[in-house]
């Protein structure tokens, strides 16, 4: 499997490698893969963004240094020239956003999903949500603070010169693509988090966009996971830090691209990821919105994702230890917790305290009963969101993701307490490996994804109740 590229020169140039992003909240990370699946080369830069009292931002051009960082240090360890990558997608946070003038240039900085405008939802998204046909056109169930119609409602109100300078709104997907190739696409992935697409039909929804006085203008054209987005351009190669020419495929919500990247589908029938958020993806053949989740497009067409999260993620284990076992390494601290029996002696974690505190009996109140009942707290919580995704079917086993379950320890736990097989493959970096996959099946590196699948997808490990 070579592919050719003809330089300025004429020189043949292999294009084996395809290159996964990662547009996270607290990393932006890329992974340089092989034809064969392998991770050659990474780059991991710190998100770029500050805090100005509510508001979460990042520069434009902090954006686009960050990446070039990102892409230089994947190349450099791979051994590279940066002409041999074939294709490129993306994982993405969802409801992080830019605004710009009718021809794509900025006039505000990135404001990240963090970020808070308003103290409750705008009046006009509650009229929304009470529509019979909310949940079955938006596919969101869970209220959140109020999407993008309060979001740009806010705006109005309180910013109204910097919304007359704005023509157009691209949520940091579509900016990272129009960047990268002079195209803009709304992916329809983290697009369907935003409280203004009918998932459906894969368009803007009229009421939500008269809701906020706009028009579909305002938004980036919707497209699907997987879809071509163009050809990166020679002539954004200073601000991007890649050469013309490479693919670019649309990507899309960074926990559904990341369990595509630990093989949901192929090695398991779900995926959870135990990090800064606790976040459930189940995959189904039917459009079947929930009031307890969210549903948005996967990469296979006719299939959805369901997607259920929710905070405090397992940033207790890391309190724990930080107040207690300072001294000793995260997997060592959970490891303990294998000397304690299911049920943790009756002792539980209590997250309501405000503090790290725990109930029951006294007597077996040390430091590998006190990890377990943390552990199977978390346990617990990821079952109940297991549940929000199924929608009603059987999920016989669990992919797990997200930096805590990097432990054997605490996958074990989790098998024990949501009594399913729970399943881990050989990459450490599911994200940026989920979009390295959706940029070779683009690029027809293979049939199709379960061909994709099985070629790269290896099962490390697994743990059974």
Excluded at 389 to 418: C, F, H, M, P, Y
Aim: negative net charge.
């Amino acid at each position: 499997m070579q592919y050719l590229l003809q330089n300025e020169n004429k020189e043949n140039i292999a294009m084996p490698y395809v290159l996964g992003c990662d547009l996270g909240t607290s990393y932006f990370k890329v992974s340089l893969v092989d034809e064969h699946g392998s991770c050659v080369g990474s780059g991991r830069v710190r998100t770029p963004k500050r805090q100005e009292g509510s508001e979460v931002l990042v520069h434009p051009e902090a954006f686009w240094e960050a990446l070039r960082t990102c892409f230089s240090q994947a190349a450099e360890e791979g051994g590279i020239d940066l002409r041999e990558i074939d294709a490129l997608s993306y994982g993405s946070q969802a409801t992080s956003f830019i605004l710009a003038d009718g021809n794509g240039k900025p006039v505000s900085d990135l404001f990240l999903w963090p970020s808070v405008f308003a103290s409750e939802p705008d009046p006009a998204y509650l009229e929304l949500r009470e529509r019979d046909d909310y949940l079955d056109v938006t596919g969101i169930g869970p209220a959140g603070r109020g999407g993008m119609v309060t979001i740009l409602s806010w705006f109005r109100k309180h910013r109204p010169e910097l919304m007359k300078r704005a023509s157009r709104l691209m949520t940091i997907s579509d900016y990272f693509l129009f960047g990268l190739t002079g195209n803009s696409f709304a992916d329809t992935s983290t697009s369907s988090l935003i409280s203004m697409l009918d998932v459906k039909h894969q368009c803007w929804w009229d009421p939500a966009l008269q809701a906020v006085g706009i028009g579909r203008e305002f938004f980036s054209p919707p497209a699907a996971p997987g879809s071509f987005a163009g050809k990166t351009s020679a002539s954004f190669s200073d601000k991007t830090g890649l050469p013309g020419g490479i693919n670019v495929y649309v990507g899309g919500l960074d926990h559904m691209v990341a369990a595509l990247g630990a093989g949901i589908g192929f090695l398991a029938d779900a995926a959870q990821s135990t990090g800064t958020v606790l976040a459930c993806v189940g995959l189904h053949e039917s459009y079947r919105p929930s009031p307890h989740a969210f549903i948005g497009d996967y990469v296979i067409p006719g299939v959805y994702a369901n997607l259920t999260f929710e905070s405090p993620g397992a940033e207790v284990i890391e309190w724990y230890r930080d107040a207690h076992l300072p001294d000793m390494g995260i997997d060592d601290m959970l490891n303990l917790a294998l000397e304690v029996p299911l049920g943790c002696n009756g002792v539980r974690y209590r997250p309501d305290a405000g503090t790290l505190s725990f109930s029951g009996d006294e007597e077996f109140a040390d430091h590998p009963v006190h990890i377990r009942a943390i552990c199977e707290y978390l346990s617990g919580r990821v079952g109940g969101l297991l549940e929000k995704v199924a929608a009603g079917d059987n999920i016989e086993g669990v992919l797990a993701t997200g930096k805590a379950n990097q432990s054997d320890a605490l996958r074990q736990i989790q098998a024990q307490v949501i009594k399913k097989r729970v399943y881990r493959s050989s990459q450490r970096e599911n994200g940026t490996f989920g979009a390295a996959l959706i940029a070779a099946a683009g690029s027809r590196w293979f049939s199709g994804y379960q061909e994709a699948l099985a070629a790269w997808i290896k099962q490390e490990s697994v743990f059974s109740p």
